[in-house]
């Protein structure tokens, strides 16, 4: 597709399942975002992929937070055990590499936790 | 880590109106950037700086990276009720720290 594509676009989980979100960055872009963005908030830094080099990992939260991403393209982000915390809008970006600061974003992943 | 003080929180002005909003750092960043995202959408990229004191244009925006790389603001000249929306500064270290830091939002209301 011609931006970055996130799915599913909501996910409503109960407290204490796992759930995956995953991200489709722009063909050819090597650099790799996860934010989450909480109701009135920025968005938090969570993690970043850059090329075929070992992610930044610091932004993570807990480590029920985790993150792949296969290829060199597609990324999952996996909560696990979720909290009723953790309901926010979790949003992907990438770059064509990572010194670009021109990041685009997908619509985002809005996950609630009831 | 780096924090951002982005201000005002929120600023409702009529049409026609100028409006400035600034962001801080705590740490200093080689890189300012300037988002808006409109409601239900992702942030989109305003305008990018990348240099201590740079002052740089697009359309009715004027961004410029402060001195002691630890500010940037943000103006934007003549307001439509299309301004509308939430406007993010954002940092980036450079060297070898791409992430991106975020500020909290400035919401701005546009009345026509």
């Known amino acids: 597709g011609a931006g970055v594509s996130q799915s599913p676009s909501n996910k409503v989980t109960e407290k204490g399942k796992d759930v995956e979100l995953r991200c489709d960055p722009i063909?050819?872009?090597?650099?790799l975002y996860w934010y989450r963005q909480s109701l009135g908030q920025g968005l938090e830094f969570l993690i970043y992929f850059q090329g075929n080099s070992a992610p930044d990992k610091s932004g993570l939260p807990s480590d029920r937070f985790s993150a792949e991403r296969t290829g060199g393209s597609v990324s999952t982000l996996t909560i696990q055990r979720t909290e009723q915390r953790d309901s926010a809008m979790y949003r992907c970006?990438?770059?064509?590499?990572?010194?670009?600061?021109?990041?685009?974003f997908g619509q985002g992943t809005r996950l609630t936790v009831v | 880590g780096q924090q951002l003080n982005q201000s005002p929180q929120s600023m409702f002005i009529q049409e026609g109106e100028d409006v400035s909003m600034n962001c801080t750092s705590s740490s200093i960043f080689n890189t300012w950037l300037w988002y808006k995202q409109d409601p239900g959408e992702g942030p989109v990229l305003l305008i990018a700086?990348?240099?201590?004191?740079e002052l740089t244009s697009n359309g009715r925006l004027t961004a410029q990276f402060g001195i002691t790389r630890k500010d940037s603001f943000l103006n934007i000249s003549a307001s439509i009720p299309s301004d509308v929306g939430i406007y993010f500064c954002a940092g980036q270290e450079g060297g070898s720290n791409y992430k991106l830091t975020f500020g909290k939002g400035t919401l701005l209301t546009v009345n026509p």
């Open positions: 063909s050819g872009h090597t650099a």
């Open positions: 970006a990438s770059s064509v590499r990572e010194e670009s600061t021109e990041a685009f």
């Open positions: 700086l990348y240099k201590a004191g």
